[in-house]
């Protein structure tokens, strides 16, 4: 089977499982083959060997049963670097970068960063990259999850300059320790509407989904504890969601947190909300 016939083949296999299934199938092919999108169109009469073609039908039957492409080809493109990816982690989001350009517009040289809940590191990973001059600190309840961020930040040659703790939030963090700036994209899905999400989705760890019942649980828990490790003037960034703002607004208000700032997304959306606390 020739190349185009193999991508033709996968884009059929893929009709009703995503929204460009041509896009997936040349990617998928490109991965097996060893080779980009470009190399693959250019060689498009080339034959797939027999090997090669059993395990892009094998790609295409993961794709089929709605595993994410991300975690089939385990990378994904986050803020210009490549990140491994698996099923132990929430894929990043093109949405997250909003939150990580605010915080490199608002950082100052020798800050410490808490990045909460860091899943694959992608946030911890891109501030220490991007931002030399800073001590990051990462945390997540998952050993697993936090084994995929060390590998990232090595992979990047940031691991020196970031700490990865696995932690239930703030609790084994070191004593004493207080932050610049706290940072954390949380899970903010109603626990009732998760089984809504599309299939893709639902393949993710509900762990980096779950809000709790009202989706707030997690910036509520956050909020609550943040001012006993943040140094006074320090500030406090979150991913948000749809329809999120007024109360986490609130959350921030009551607890000591002035001078909040919302940004949207390119599709209008309050994505990011940012905030300053003061003792």
């Known amino acids: 089977m020739k190349i185009y016939e193999a991508i033709n083949?996968?884009?059929?296999?893929?009709?009703?499982?995503?929204?460009?299934?041509?896009?997936?199938?040349?990617?998928?092919?490109?991965?097996c083959l060893g080779m980009d999108r470009i190399n693959l169109i250019i060689k498009r009469e080339d034959e797939v060997e027999e090997g090669e073609l059993a395990k892009f039908l094998?790609?295409?039957?993961?794709?089929?049963?709605?595993?994410?492409?991300?975690?089939?080809?385990?990378?994904?493109?986050?803020?210009?670097?490549?990140?491994?990816?698996?099923?132990?982690?929430?894929i990043p989001?093109?949405?997250?970068?909003?939150?990580?350009?605010?915080m490199l517009k608002r950082l100052e040289r020798g800050n410490v960063i808490l990045d909460i809940g860091t899943g694959s590191g992608?946030?911890?990973?891109?501030?220490?990259?991007?931002?030399?001059?800073?001590?990051?600190?990462?945390?997540?309840?998952?050993?697993?999850?936090i084994e995929v961020a060390k590998y990232n930040a090595e992979k990047q040659g940031v691991l020196d300059r970031i700490f990865f703790i696995e932690s239930d939030l703030f609790r084994n963090l070191p004593p004493n320790l207080k932050f610049d700036f706290i940072v954390s994209n949380p899970?903010?899905?109603?626990?009732?509407?998760?089984?809504?999400?599309?299939?893709?989705?639902?393949?993710?760890?509900?762990?980096?989904l779950d809000g709790g019942e009202d989706g707030l649980f997690f910036y509520k828990k956050i909020i609550?504890?943040?001012?006993?490790?943040?140094?006074?003037?320090?500030?406090?960034?979150?991913?948000i969601g749809y329809g999120q703002k007024e109360e986490i607004t609130n959350f921030l208000e009551k607890d000591g947190f002035k001078d909040i700032e919302i940004i949207k997304d390119l599709a209008d959306i309050d994505r990011v909300i940012i905030a300053k606390y003061k003792l």
């Open 122 to 145: 992608a946030i911890a990973v891109s501030i220490s990259k991007y931002f030399a001059d800073c001590t990051v600190y990462a945390v997540d309840i998952s050993k697993k999850a």
């Open 224 to 239: 609550k504890e943040a001012p006993f490790y943040m140094k006074s003037g320090g500030k406090i960034g979150f991913e």
């Open 187 to 208: 899970p903010y899905i109603k626990r009732n509407e998760i089984e809504l999400l599309q299939e893709e989705v639902k393949k993710e760890p509900i762990v980096a």
């Open 9 to 31: 083949l996968g884009a059929k296999e893929l009709q009703n499982i995503c929204e460009n299934p041509k896009l997936e199938a040349e990617l998928l092919l490109a991965y």
């Open 58 to 90: 094998g790609l295409l039957n993961m794709r089929k049963s709605h595993i994410p492409y991300q975690y089939i080809v385990k990378k994904q493109h986050f803020m210009g670097l490549e990140f491994f990816v698996d099923e132990n982690v929430l």
């Open 93 to 102: 989001r093109p949405e997250t970068e909003i939150l990580v350009e605010e």
